[in-house]
């Protein structure tokens, strides 16, 4: 893949990094080796930054043979390490280099900027492993306004007995300017089959940010990693960005584990997730096999925000929660943004299947592929399948009665098919919705398909309106809709209901029960 015509496709500065050559930048440079044979201009990393000779960019190439024993320091000159050369005297990379951090206490790569000006730091074909902090960032710990850009690059192995086993990334600049304009904000750019694994931090276990930081990740995998609290992938507070594009095979966001919140992902304190799938020939954003107390998949609290398109969030375990996502007074947008074979998938382009919640406490457990509690939910077009819960197989909404902030429901458009374990597939506690234009087909263990309860609040009432939509469960008596509670009957208009099903959708305006034709 020409990943130089990739990134301009999509507006992404371009740092040449995993093409074998050095990044094309503005001003003078100096190239300098760090290894351990005799041909070597440095030992460590430390005295190449800090003594190599004056220029406004370093380029480190670091030989297979680097050895350290210390944690390695890097200063406030845009500087590239390129791994990958047998020795100092190789002028052709190939494989990694290997910082090893087995032998000290520390993390392996530390840089504090306290200046206004981004730092540029290129890290390309290198191996970060055995980093053991007390503190923050196992492996790599940045604190100031930083841009890290990783090709190539595995970060694995490392532990912070405080946030980020891999990678720890603090803004402190932005976090005390934001709102103020030219406010610098700190990134971090993973591509090129990177890998961040088997790293373990108290939030989160691969990477942590916290303040003005953006995280974007293209054709690289975030897995196997795990937090003592939340975020075993990915954990991002006051404000941090992600963004996961297209995974091919082995990529995403997988297999992370978190024993509280958000086993992939979690999101707090107005920090935003954006996934980004593929078109015709590419591939979902995927966030999978992950697990966790609550939010296997993703978690959001505090007016955080999901924005997921064309993305595939799937196989994710719950103890308790949300399977697939978790959201506390947050916002949830589920979308597909491409017409038929101009997405990677044709028909399934957006889509939450198979994850599980494994909660039993019937006043507040369930929603195998979302729980929310408070906030807004938004999904077009989206395949819910075979999740899994004792209550909400699908979905279960629960909001606040006494919060005054907006709340709302919107799904159009989508299918609800083959989720199973609970008496309704979505399950709609103190909510107000607009359902339109959905299918439900195959659901399995249910009584009723769409259940409400305690729509009257000290609010007021709250209103569930569902039309053009289709249930069918062949030959039951399976309520489309149902009132379960005292309170406000839902709106209907214009559905497909089984002809022997009971519930509060028969009669509705405009119904009937024909039997569907599926095509």
């Known amino acids: 893949m020409n990943y130089q015509n990739l990134f301009r496709a999509m507006g992404i500065t371009i740092l040449a990094i995993g093409l074998n050559q050095s990044p094309a930048l503005a001003g003078d440079q100096v190239t300098v080796t760090v290894g351990s044979d005799?041909?070597?201009?440095?030992?460590?990393?430390?005295?190449?930054?800090?003594?190599?000779?004056?220029?406004?960019?370093?380029?480190?190439?670091?030989a297979k043979n680097v050895s350290i024993n210390t944690t390695q320091l890097v200063n406030v000159r845009d500087t590239l390490l390129r791994g990958g050369f047998d020795t100092c005297s190789?002028?052709?990379?190939?494989?990694?280099?290997?910082?090893?951090?087995?032998?000290?206490?520390?993390?392996?790569?530390?840089?504090?900027?306290?200046?206004?000006?981004?730092?540029?730091?290129?890290?390309?074909?290198?191996?970060?492993?055995?980093?053991?902090?007390?503190?923050?960032?196992?492996?790599?710990?940045?604190?100031?306004?930083?841009?890290?850009?990783?090709?190539?690059?595995?970060?694995?192995?490392?532990?912070?007995?405080?946030?980020?086993?891999?990678?720890?990334?603090?803004?402190?600049?932005?976090?005390?300017?934001?709102?103020?304009?030219?406010?610098?904000?700190?990134?971090?750019?993973?591509?090129?089959?990177?890998?961040?694994?088997?790293?373990?931090?108290?939030?989160?276990?691969?990477?942590?940010?916290?303040?003005?930081v953006g995280i974007e990740v293209f054709d690289s995998q975030i897995g196997q990693n795990e937090a003592r609290s939340d975020g075993g992938g990915v954990f991002l507070t006051d404000g941090c960005l992600f963004e996961l594009n297209d995974s091919g095979p082995f990529q995403g966001v997988l297999l992370n584990e978190a024993a509280g919140f958000g086993g992939g992902i979690y999101a707090v304190e107005n920090s935003e997730v954006r996934l980004r799938g593929g078109d015709n020939g590419g591939?979902?954003?995927?966030?999978?096999?992950?697990?966790?107390?609550?939010?296997?998949?993703?978690?959001?609290?505090?007016?955080?925000?999901?924005?997921?398109?064309?993305?595939?969030?799937?196989?994710?375990?719950?103890?308790?929660?949300?399977?697939?996502?978790?959201?506390?007074?947050?916002?949830?947008?589920?979308?597909?943004?491409?017409p038929g074979t101009q997405c990677h998938n044709a028909q399934r382009c957006s889509v939450v299947r198979d994850n599980v919640a494994n909660g039993t406490d019937g006043g507040f457990a369930g929603g195998g592929g979302i729980l929310a509690v408070g906030g807004t939910i938004r999904i077009t077009g989206t395949y819910f399948e075979e999740n899994r819960a004792n209550f909400g197989s699908a979905i279960r909404a629960r909001f606040i009665p006494l919060d005054v902030a907006s709340r709302e429901i919107t799904i159009l458009g989508s299918v609800f098919a083959e989720n199973s374990g609970a008496p309704q597939v979505v399950y709609l506690d103190e909510s107000d919705a607009d359902l339109g234009f959905n299918t439900f087909v195959d659901n399995v263990d249910n009584v009723r398909m769409i259940e409400i309860a305690y729509p009257d609040t000290p609010l007021g009432p709250h209103e569930t309106r569902i039309f053009g939509s289709i249930f069918d469960q062949a030959g039951t008596t399976v309520a489309s809709a149902e009132l379960t509670t005292f309170g406000q009957f839902p709106t209907a208009d214009c559905n497909r209901n089984e002809a022997s099903s009971a519930g509060d959708l028969v009669g509705g305006p405009r119904s009937t029960t024909a039997p569907p034709n599926f095509r």
């Open 90 to 212: 190789d002028n052709t990379p190939s494989g990694n280099s290997t910082l090893d951090g087995n032998g000290f206490n520390g993390s392996i790569l530390l840089g504090a900027n306290s200046g206004e000006a981004v730092v540029d730091l290129w890290i390309e074909n290198v191996e970060i492993t055995g980093g053991n902090t007390n503190t923050r960032g196992g492996g790599v710990s940045l604190t100031g306004s930083w841009r890290l850009a990783m090709a190539g690059t595995n970060i694995n192995n490392n532990v912070a007995n405080g946030n980020g086993g891999g990678i720890y990334m603090e803004n402190l600049s932005a976090r005390s300017e934001r709102g103020f304009p030219g406010a610098p904000r700190s990134s971090l750019e993973i591509y090129d089959n990177s890998i961040i694994s088997s790293n373990t931090g108290e939030d989160g276990g691969g990477i942590a940010c916290a303040g003005d």
């Open 38 to 62: 005799g041909s070597c201009d440095y030992t460590t990393i430390t005295a190449a930054v800090f003594n190599a000779p004056a220029a406004n960019r370093l380029e480190i190439r670091l």
């Open 283 to 338: 591939f979902p954003a995927v966030v999978a096999a992950n697990s966790a107390t609550n939010g296997a998949g993703i978690a959001l609290r505090s007016s955080s925000v999901l924005d997921a398109r064309d993305s595939l969030i799937s196989g994710n375990t719950a103890a308790n929660t949300g399977g697939g996502i978790r959201s506390d007074d947050s916002e949830v947008h589920l979308y597909r943004s491409r």
